[in-house]
């Protein structure tokens, strides 16, 4: 997507396969810093400290850290040492242990000389089938956005969206900004109200600057502000990503995406999911059973921004010691959940409609 | 309340009628820094600055700062002035007009070297009766905790507030905290949720504050996380202010309210709201009438709080030059009232349940 007039991904390999630029999105939105990233250590640091995250960015950059690891020394033990150290950097992040799989099995059957090129080869590969999976979705959520346009005759539709499941979060196009990003390329008339998206303010954070870049307009709202938006008509619809995605179509995503599908539901705004297949957990029936990450409480007792001059800070806006709760994550009932779209297509967020486009997953 | 080991109200006479201290409510939660204030010109900067806000403190305080203009000054030509220079520190707060209308009505008949005294009597008549009537709330609802509380068998009830509606807002007591404080004075054990209420954080400022100097056990939580707490069961009853009630029950009240209500709803979790007879607006039949309150989107770009050296920072959060939107309230319709609480007693949120209470408003 568009960085200023660029196009980019958030993860580019440099020609001649030296190493990785990345976008170091500690620094965001105050600036835009590129980290190259040349060995197994480098790409480790920067999983672990979050210069980067989204589970398909992780897994992708992961990819990469192998095979670093293997252009230093192709032998089993340094992959299996590598493939150790890569997946102790965010345990819980289900795509990185998968991506560093997914080079193993390429890679293991080969004779040590061979296993360099053909891992870049696979990291690359993965990272364009995560462009092309985003892609996907982005065109089959376009199709439903089209429908909504055709009813605005010519006005702009506005469009919800809360925390970031954007390009940042991925390799490039994102999922549920993806279908945003490409009506907007279209030239149909878009806006999307970013919800703040409290504790870690990846909205105003991330979700305001990507759409910034690309020209999309937007503004910034309080996460409390949605529900009067939709009694005032001003949302057309809601569009979030998923974290997890139960196989009858409950989705568990950033807290506080419930409170907006609720509001949704009584304003009859259509609530849609942007569920990549790899979100889908088909062994779960209901999102009750999925469990909630509980946060730093840190992370709401104080936030970090630029300040007037420039310089980074983190204030306090609690009483010291005030005891806070940061569940970071809550689950919509697929009966607020108007549809998901999926690479496959779109389709009823229920265990039917799931099978129509997987059928392969059919008991 | 307490304040520390002691007992205070917001706003203090000093004895001998000198001046009035208050609480400087710009420096919480990270100090309590009491001001005293002595002349009109004082009282109306701190109006205006927002050093104390909260309707009804703000209608007190401008009757002190018109006694201090007539202790100086008794003429009709003094008071007229006084009363322009209070009136139009905040145009828009109706309590503070009908305050200093108060005062005006008993002094004006009065011969001028009588009219101090009768200002500093009735002041101080408006600020006991305010705390009265916040008492009287208090008692209404504590009725209706009570009743929950039985239901619990001795674990804590757990309610969760939004914004600040406790007795930094008021001389004493507060609105919808007044039935908390009661309750855990009477021993029932309480737990109270704090919205952060973003984007002005008066919850994270202001109620995590006095909640714990009156030692009331409360945790603060993201705005985004009472639809994941109570979908949990963790939440046995939500309490709010209002600043405007209508006639059939609407309430508006800060944004991120309705919100909560409709989880509420959906979950069959009480929902009260704490009305003084003085936000009840007869001439209005639907919240979708009252004007929403666009405040400055600054509030929403950047974040101010107290860095770890102590110094007071504005930290901007969002890429600069972001759009942003600050509707600062909303409307939660009638349907999701559960029960009204005003001093005369709790009722629906009816116009049938409104008349029951105030008779002398019936057609």
């Not at 590129?34 to 897994?59: K, Q």
């Amino acid at each position: 997507m568009k960085v200023g007039a660029e196009d980019r991904r958030t993860l580019q390999p440099i020609p001649g396969e030296d190493g990785v630029d990345i976008i170091d999105q500690r620094q965001l939105p105050h600036a835009l810093v590129l980290a190259r990233l040349r060995t197994l250590e480098e790409v480790a640091v920067a999983i672990r400290e979050m210069w980067l995250r989204g589970a398909p960015l992780i897994g992708v950059a992961a990819a990469y850290g192998l095979c670093f690891a293997l252009r230093k020394d192709p032998s089993d033990a340094s992959m299996d040492s590598a493939i150790a150290v890569l997946r102790a950097t965010r345990p819980t992040a289900i795509n990185l242990a998968w991506a560093l799989a997914q080079v193993d099995s390429v890679v293991r059957p080969l004779a040590p000389a061979q296993r360099c090129d053909a891992a870049f080869a696979k990291a690359k590969a993965l990272a364009d089938a995560d462009a092309e999976q985003c892609h996907a979705i982005g065109e089959h959520g376009f199709t439903l956005l089209r429908q909504l346009c055709d009813w605005k005759q010519g006005k702009p539709l506005q469009i919800l969206t809360h925390c970031n499941a954007g390009w940042l979060a991925t390799i490039d196009w994102g999922t549920a900004l993806a279908p945003v990003y490409l009506a907007h390329r279209a030239g149909y008339p878009v806006h999307v109200w970013v919800d703040e998206t409290r504790p870690r303010n990846q909205g105003a954070s991330l979700t305001a600057w990507e759409l910034g870049q690309e020209g999309v307009p937007h503004t910034l709202i309080a996460d409390n502000a949605g529900g009067l938006l939709m009694q005032r008509g001003q949302v057309d619809a809601c569009i979030v990503g998923t974290d997890r995605t139960t196989r009858e179509g409950d989705v568990c995503n950033k807290v506080g995406t419930y409170l907006k599908a609720l509001a949704a539901h009584e304003h009859g705004v259509p609530f849609l999911v942007a569920a990549p297949s790899s979100s889908i957990d088909w062994t779960l029936r209901s999102g009750v059973d999925i469990p909630i990450e509980e946060r730093d409480p840190g992370e709401l007792l104080s936030t970090t921004g630029r300040t007037a001059n420039g310089r980074m800070e983190t204030v306090l806006t609690a009483p010291a010691g005030t005891r806070a709760a940061n569940p970071a994550f809550d689950v919509t009932p697929a009966k607020f959940v108007t549809r998901l779209v999926t690479e496959r297509g779109v389709c009823e967020a229920k265990e039917k409609g799931l099978l129509s486009l997987f059928p392969e997953r059919a008991p």
